[in-house]
């Protein structure tokens, strides 16, 4: 019994010694950040100094960051490793429709993050911070889910285009129209890679349409809106023409994702036909976390 306790209570007297020292220094522990409030958070977003998903010029990942993955490659440069997710994001995710409504308020908010992508001044292009072309544009996941045929893609109006040099600083509006999406279950994209070489900046700051887009599909949305949203996109009610794998994967899994964690007595409810479609979603998952244990 002594040589088991011994280490134990040398161990937490350490930690006594370690903590004031390390206050001493200058250095603080890991920030808690379950333990702030979504104002909190969010003026948080301006600590963000590295790219992660939504805000990534070197890939798209596709994937509900609510449990600090970046979830599956979805596009870009290959061979680049994975961003981690600030945890300040992966916060304001997990509280969902709790946070919305301080987000869309958000949406505009200049306030620079410590993050900048693009291109460095001539002579120092390397690797992700060379490309060739770099845009700002407004492109946007609408509430209501529509698939473009090549005819309405081309006869419909064209995401804007306009051209930008050097290096762009992410704004908080620009991490908030990411986490936005990462909530409704939309790919709402404020930084992306566009093969080949090239650079989207989808921004709320830039393109001031977006930030009317977003209160216009869910300014007012609350708990109940935000459900009934999940369970059209499970129900594939919004798009009845295409009930494939593409839609599956985009909107249907998705959803169940979030449905099980923003309202998980709905998610354990579920009958009639959603309950197949709840289990083949478990089936899915399980086969893709097997895979990715392999």
């Not at 011994?6 to 522990?29: K, Q």
């Not at 916060?91 to 969902?96: A, D, I, K, P, T």
């Not at 040099?165 to 709402?188: A, F, M, P």
């Not at 216009?216 to 009930?243: E, V, Y």
Request: hydrophobic share 35%; net charge positive.
């Amino acid at each position: 019994m002594i040589s088991r306790t011994f280490p134990t209570f040398r161990g937490f007297i350490a930690s006594l010694l370690v903590v004031p020292a390390l206050s001493f220094l200058g250095i603080s522990g890991p920030t808690d950040y379950s333990k702030k409030s979504v104002a909190e958070l969010i003026d948080d977003l301006a600590q963000i100094d590295s790219q992660s998903p939504g805000i990534n010029s070197a890939a798209i990942y596709k994937g509900f960051i609510v449990d600090n993955s970046p979830g599956s490659f979805g596009g870009g440069v290959l061979g680049i490793a994975p961003p981690s997710v600030p945890l300040q994001m992966s916060e304001l995710v997990r509280r969902g429709p709790i946070a919305l409504p301080e987000l869309i308020k958000h949406l505009d908010d200049k306030t620079t993050t410590k993050l900048e992508v693009g291109n460095k001044p001539s002579g120092r292009q390397v690797g992700v911070d060379a490309f060739m072309f770099m845009y700002f544009s407004d492109e946007y996941d609408p509430r209501v889910p529509h698939w473009w045929s090549v005819e309405e893609w081309k006869k419909g109006p064209r995401p804007m285009e306009r051209s930008f040099e050097g290096r762009y600083t992410v704004k908080v509006g620009d991490v908030c129209y990411v986490l936005v999406g990462q909530i409704v279950n939309r790919r709402l994209l404020a930084v992306r890679y566009q093969p080949s070489a090239g650079l989207v900046v989808n921004s709320p700051i830039e393109a001031p349409v977006l930030v009317e887009r977003v209160r216009n599909d869910w300014g007012q949305a609350d708990a109940a809106t935000l459900k009934a949203s999940l369970l059209q996109d499970i129900r594939m009610r919004d798009h009845p023409k295409d009930t494939g794998e593409e839609y599956i994967g985009r909107f249907v899994d998705p959803a169940f994702a979030r449905l099980r964690v923003y309202f998980p007595d709905v998610y354990r409810s579920l009958e009639g036909t959603d309950l197949p479609r709840r289990k083949a979603f478990e089936r899915r998952e399980n086969e893709q976390r097997r895979s990715s244990n392999q």
